[in-house]
């Protein structure tokens, strides 16, 4: 016993001193024997952590605009978030069937009522993170700060199956199915075809299938389809299925929610990773499975690739809501810009759209503009100030829509104004300039009002752009 001490931790009966003795010195204090102070130390270090790592945190959304009632509730939804994922694990703990291991007894089969209230708060717990449609004008991108750390559950053969819920929302949650046999030194390999050419960009989907997914696809960085967005349910295999041994993914998947088949107009959709398969409508499964399918028949070839956005600063948070919500009506990545460039002029977009013309689309780039209402007097017009300033004015916006269309290289490109009074005041800008007024009146260059939610309850998906 003494020898498994030592392998553990290093602990040997051989230093304590016998009954009556005096403790040597070389040895620490217990606990109760130590100052108070002394005692609360390391949480108070692990508290001071905690402060230092969430003004970091706090710092870096900051910079990006955003208000601190905005970070606690978001702080506070993650706070929830990881409770829920805690007590889920918990729950599956207790649900898994006995473990009769050597050195323990095994456990006894929970009761009938016990069994059944630890499947209600599974369930319960299950729902926190089902939360939108998986189609139509509703359906939202995967929250940015959890992409790449989403939360899971494990799942292990002979664990009772995870309730599937309702297929007709999104899953946030990551079902990992653990497997013996594969080594961490050997992880799965990226499996299909890519198309490299359309790595980074955001394309519609085909006509036939736009209503129902208006906010089309993004390609990853190595040309992939990302369509976790459309996914009801998300499944990792510990082994993956990029080797004839580890096959049939898809009964592996289904066991993890008791299935003994996909369910009906569903279709699990290899990632591409080797490890991920996705649960999508099979129509929807049916044009990405094959990568050879002609994207670039249904829209022009893009014009432009996301980037990060170049540092700069809103002096108004309200501007940088405003290009997020139009990044998010249109389906881009959040966080990115449009970046195109045509003979040598470059430009930055906020987010890019599709307009239809018969079988064909059109990629139309966009600008959005926030708050300008202060730069505009009573009469409806702008300020002479702002009307003839050549930095940030009139001049200068001018001069930047110009570059635009000229690196759009024939595209369509559109300001969108969050503000009536705004639009209306630029369009007859525009329309007064002798560079710019030809662009207009051809459709090149177009200026629209669209506003946020909040300043028009009635602005519903169908009616944006």
């Known amino acids: 016993m003494r020898e498994i001490g030592r392998a553990e931790d290093h602990r040997d009966d051989s230093d304590l001193p016998a009954h009556g003795e005096s403790r040597p010195d070389h040895l620490p204090e217990?606990?109760?024997?130590?100052?108070?102070?002394?005692?609360?130390?390391?949480?108070?270090?692990?508290?001071?952590?905690?402060?230092?790592?969430?003004?970091?945190?706090?710092?870096?959304?900051?910079?990006?605009?955003?208000?601190?009632?905005?970070?606690?509730?978001?702080?506070?939804?993650?706070?929830?978030?990881?409770?829920?994922?805690?007590?889920?694990?918990r729950i599956r703990q207790e649900l898994r069937p006995p473990i009769r291991a050597a050195l323990a007894p095994p456990r006894p089969h929970l009761a009938p009522d016990r069994h059944a209230e630890l499947e209600d708060r599974q369930t319960v717990a299950l729902d926190r993170f089902r939360t939108v449609p998986v189609e139509g004008p509703d359906n939202t991108p995967l929250n940015p700060a959890r992409i790449g750390n989403r939360l899971g559950s494990e799942w292990r053969k002979n664990d009772p199956p995870f309730p599937p819920g309702d297929l007709r929302l999104r899953d946030e949650l990551i079902y990992r199915r653990c497997e013996p046999?594969?080594?961490?030194?050997?992880?799965?390999?990226?499996?299909?075809?890519?198309?490299?050419?359309?790595?980074?960009?955001?394309?519609?989907?085909?006509?036939?299938?736009?209503?129902?997914?208006?906010?089309?696809?993004?390609?990853?960085?190595?040309?992939?389809?990302?369509?976790?967005?459309?996914?009801?349910?998300?499944?990792?295999?510990?082994?993956?299925?990029?080797?004839?041994?580890?096959?049939?993914?898809?009964?592996?998947?289904?066991?993890?929610?008791?299935w003994t088949s996909t369910p009906e107009g569903k279709t699990w959709h290899q990632a591409g990773d080797g490890r991920t398969l996705w649960l999508i409508d099979t129509e929807l499964h049916?044009?990405?499975?094959?990568?050879?399918?002609?994207?670039?028949?249904?829209?022009?070839?893009?014009?432009?690739?996301?980037?990060?956005?170049?540092?700069?600063?809103?002096?108004?948070?309200?501007?940088?809501?405003?290009?997020?919500?139009?990044?998010?009506?249109?389906?881009?990545?959040?966080?990115?810009?449009?970046?195109?460039?045509?003979?040598?002029?470059?430009?930055?977009?906020?987010?890019?759209?599709?307009?239809?013309?018969?079988?064909?689309?059109?990629?139309?780039?966009?600008?959005?503009?926030?708050?300008?209402?202060?730069?505009?007097?009573s009469d409806g017009n702008w300020h002479d100030w702002f009307g003839e300033s050549k930095k940030g004015g009139v001049p200068g916006m001018i001069e930047t829509a110009l570059r635009q269309i000229k690196a759009a290289d024939g595209h369509p490109v559109e300001w969108w104004f969050a503000e009536p009074e705004s639009a209306n005041a630029f369009q007859r800008s525009a329309r007064g300039n002798q560079h710019l007024r030809r662009y207009v009146t051809d459709g090149t260059f177009t200026v629209r009002h669209l506003p946020m939610p909040e300043q028009d309850p009635e602005n519903r998906a169908e009616d944006r752009p």
């Open 181 to 258: 046999g594969r080594q961490l030194s050997d992880p799965p390999q990226p499996t299909g075809q890519s198309r490299p050419e359309l790595a980074g960009t955001h394309q519609p989907v085909p006509e036939s299938l736009r209503e129902r997914y208006p906010h089309g696809v993004d390609y990853t960085a190595d040309g992939r389809p990302d369509l976790a967005r459309y996914a009801s349910k998300t499944v990792a295999l510990a082994n993956g299925y990029d080797r004839p041994e580890y096959a049939d993914p898809d009964r592996r998947a289904n066991d993890v929610f008791g």
């Open 30 to 89: 217990r606990d109760d024997q130590r100052p108070a102070d002394d005692r609360d130390a390391p949480a108070t270090r692990s508290l001071t952590r905690a402060e230092a790592w969430d003004r970091v945190r706090w710092d870096a959304v900051a910079k990006n605009g955003a208000t601190r009632e905005q970070y606690e509730a978001y702080r506070g939804e993650a706070q929830l978030d990881d409770l829920y994922a805690t007590e889920l694990e």
């Open 286 to 377: 049916d044009h990405y499975a094959d990568q050879d399918h002609d994207v670039a028949a249904e829209v022009d070839q893009p014009i432009g690739r996301w980037v990060d956005p170049p540092r700069r600063t809103f002096n108004d948070p309200y501007n940088q809501r405003y290009e997020d919500h139009a990044r998010e009506i249109t389906g881009a990545p959040a966080g990115k810009e449009y970046r195109i460039e045509h003979d040598g002029t470059a430009a930055h977009m906020d987010t890019r759209t599709f307009r239809d013309h018969g079988d064909q689309s059109t990629e139309v780039v966009v600008d959005a503009k926030g708050r300008y209402r202060q730069f505009i007097s």
